[in-house]
């Protein structure tokens, strides 16, 4: 069975119909990719998947469970985590807090230790401390902890991100343009930083990218999303030398 | 002065008080206002004082500004041996305060140090106690020697607890509410309603109906039951506030504390524009040092955990943290029956120290003040609420003399610090109550 699986989902802003009967299946251990031009809809993909946008038609399914219209922190809790194109970082927290407050959906000692604090809550609160400092080692900023975000590099804010979605133990990760603005030192450690978590987490990965040269050596499959719809969808050598792709992105070619 | 004497002069004084841990200073403290009560009156009366300055010299200083003031511009009659007073002020502040706080922090910084490590090695529960039980005796024996310190003392404290359960609304979770008096006096009127209806005959409200058996639970039940009213009335500011964003709390937020103001006025049975009167005088300083101390410490334990810390995330990208399981409608409407809840309790003190209550005392004046306090103080610190309760509150009182002049100076003071510290003196700073009674090093010394 697919992990997670979209059925003919829809979605219209007003009139106008931003994806139109986007389909997928995506396997445990996958790495997705979503290409396309400017404009074609590729981060709504993202936004309708985790919840943000409800969609107009259609089903979303994890695990075999329906997940659509649920709220975006109930379907992130069920194993969607995240990256935003432009980083969305909290201002005034610390790297550690960013992957601590991931974590928000499993602590259980509730509002009575938050007030009293309880011997549970400082148990719990240990835990994620001790797993968010391994998150951030896995994505190679554990010396950053105590900053605070607004401090740090570009790049380092877009690990920050990493370990954050990370934090909330997906079952897919979402990631929305990782690289853009990266320098192509930052460029190739991230393209090893996701290439590490597919291997030690096994974790299914979904990547709207634009650099195709990333895409191509990443991904086991990629869509190629235009004006909302799917035109190819295939392997990377397969959508390569889709006529289609080519005229998408490159325009058509017209010989006199 | 150049700058280098400057450099000079801030070096001696943080080489010579630099290492004093708090508990240094809370025996600094206790040893000043027992040096005011032994000696206090007979040196004000050597340094030609008409009694002992009670707020630490400001107000009397203000009075002389005051009275040269009404001399210069109303013609009033001047008396210039008052001017004697601001020396003498000056010198009683330094004599009886400063001077002995300053050696006892100083002589004994090497043995409270010594006892804040060994006490830091133990349950948090010892030194907290150690703190809390020194501080007690200093304030007590502070407000021991005047009844006007007594009430200034206590009303302090309230505006403690009441500007940092707004801090967690305005400042943590980041709206903007204007509601707070609103929960503060359905607090008092229900407290009152509690105290006055259930076991005080009353005028307004009738004979006592019930002799409680454990009648010291009376106060803290009646306080409980006024927060938990505050709460039920937040919620009726929530529900429909948080479906809208930004700017629309604070309109809705300001509607109801109208609503509430009005409501109060015309209701004839809690006795109209004249309000309650005639409550038990349960609101004793420990009391009130007690609640405030248990707010405080609850509040601080909240905005340091996962839960509180979902305020400042969604405060500051709600998307972000939605999309990071935070349950962001939850957290918002916990941190805001929560603010509410202590503004309730903290009426509930209010109206048991003032014992009696009306409608116009919770109005946009007492709105002005407690956003004063929370901005000046800082937002996002419980350092920042309990420095802007405390100096706005004392401010308040100790300039008080200069009449209409009070009310230039301290929003002069808070455009200066909204210029140079847009977010409050002492803002975005978290209180660890291990840190803060830990022992400090010496500046120059390894540790």
């Known amino acids: 069975m697919a992990l997670l699986r979209v059925e003919h989902m829809t979605h219209y802003f007003g009139g106008l119909r931003a994806v139109s009967d986007y389909n997928l299946e995506m396997e445990p251990g996958q790495i997705l990719g979503l290409i396309g031009p400017n404009g074609a809809g590729k981060t709504t993909v993202f936004n309708l998947l985790t919840g943000i946008y409800r969609p107009s038609e259609g089903r979303i399914l994890l695990d075999g469970e329906d997940i659509t219209g649920l709220a975006p922190h109930r379907i992130a809790a069920r194993g969607l985590g995240r990256t935003f194109q432009n980083l969305c970082l909290w201002r005034h927290m610390t790297v550690l807090d960013h992957v601590r407050m991931a974590h928000y959906a499993k602590i259980s000692y509730g509002l009575l230790g938050a007030f009293f604090g309880t011997a549970e809550r400082y148990r719990q609160e240990a835990e994620i401390e001790r797993r968010s400092r391994e998150l951030l080692e896995l994505v190679g900023i554990g010396h950053l902890a105590d900053q605070g975000v607004l401090n740090l590099p570009y790049g380092a804010q877009r690990r920050v991100e990493m370990a954050r979605a990370l934090a909330v133990e997906p079952k897919v990760l979402f990631l929305d343009e990782p690289t853009v603005g990266m320098t192509p030192e930052e460029l190739s450690q991230m393209m090893n930083i996701i290439r590490q978590l597919h291997e030690r987490l096994g974790l299914a990965i979904f990547l709207i990218e634009h650099r195709l040269k990333m895409v191509m050596e990443l991904c086991h499959r990629i869509q190629t999303l235009v004006f909302g719809e799917v035109i190819a969808e295939g392997t990377p050598a397969e959508i390569q030398g889709n006529p289609q792709v080519i005229e998408a992105y490159l325009g058509k070619e017209t010989v006199e | ?447």
């Open chain 2, 1 to 447: 002065m150049s700058g280098t004497d400057h450099a000079t002069i801030a070096n001696f004084f943080r080489r010579l008080l630099g290492g004093v841990p708090l508990l240094g200073w809370l025996l600094g403290f206790l040893a000043a206002v027992l040096i005011e009560q032994a000696v206090g009156t007979p040196l004000a009366q050597i340094l030609s004082l008409p009694k002992m300055p009670v707020l630490f010299g400001i107000l009397t200083i203000s009075k002389v500004i005051a009275a040269v003031i009404n001399a210069v511009f109303k013609d009033a009659a001047f008396d210039p041996a008052i001017l004697v007073h601001v020396p003498a002020a000056l010198a009683y502040l330094a004599l009886v305060y400063l001077a002995p706080i300053a050696a006892v922090a100083r002589i004994s910084a090497r043995a409270s140090n010594r006892a804040a490590t060994a006490m830091g090695r133990w349950n948090l529960l010892v030194p907290a106690a150690v703190h809390l039980g020194l501080m007690y005796a200093a304030l007590h024996t502070w407000a021991g020697m005047s009844d006007y310190r007594l009430i200034t003392l206590k009303i302090t404290l309230i505006a403690v607890l009441l500007t940092l359960s707004l801090n967690i609304i305005n400042g943590y979770m980041g709206e903007f509410s204007c509601s707070h008096p609103g929960f503060m006096a359905v607090g008092a009127y229900m407290s009152s309603l509690f105290t006055v209806g259930l076991f005080v005959d009353d005028k307004v409200l009738g004979k006592a109906l019930v002799v409680f058996s454990l009648d010291f639970l009376n106060f803290p039940l009646a306080l409980i039951f006024g927060g938990l009213c505050a709460s039920v009335a937040a919620l009726l500011v929530a529900i429909p506030s948080f479906k809208t964003r930004g700017d629309y709390l604070a309109i809705i937020s300001l509607a109801f504390l109208f609503i509430i103001k009005s409501l109060f006025e015309n209701l004839q049975g809690l006795g109209g524009s004249r309000g309650i009167a005639g409550q038990p005088d349960w609101a004793a300083l420990p009391v009130i040092f007690a609640v405030v101390g248990l707010g405080i410490w609850s509040i601080n334990n909240f905005v340091t955990s996962t839960y509180g810390k979902a305020l400042n995330a969604v405060r500051d990208d709600e998307l972000a943290a939605e999309a990071m399981t935070v349950n962001t409608r939850q957290a918002k409407m916990t941190a805001f029956l929560v603010g509410a809840f202590w503004a309730g309790v903290a009426g509930g003190l209010l109206a048991h120290v003032l014992r009696y209550i009306n409608p116009a005392m919770f109005g946009i004046q007492k709105l002005a003040e407690v956003l004063a306090m929370v901005y000046f103080g800082g937002l996002n610190s419980v350092y920042g609420s309990i420095v802007g309760a405390v100096s706005i509150g004392l401010l308040g009182e100790a300039l008080r003399p200069l009449e209409i002049l009070k009310w230039i100076i301290i929003p002069l003071l808070l455009i200066l610090v909204m210029i140079y510290r847009p977010t409050g003196l002492v803002a975005f700073r978290d209180f660890d109550l291990r840190e803060a009674m830990g022992p400090k090093t010496e500046p120059g010394q390894r540790k």
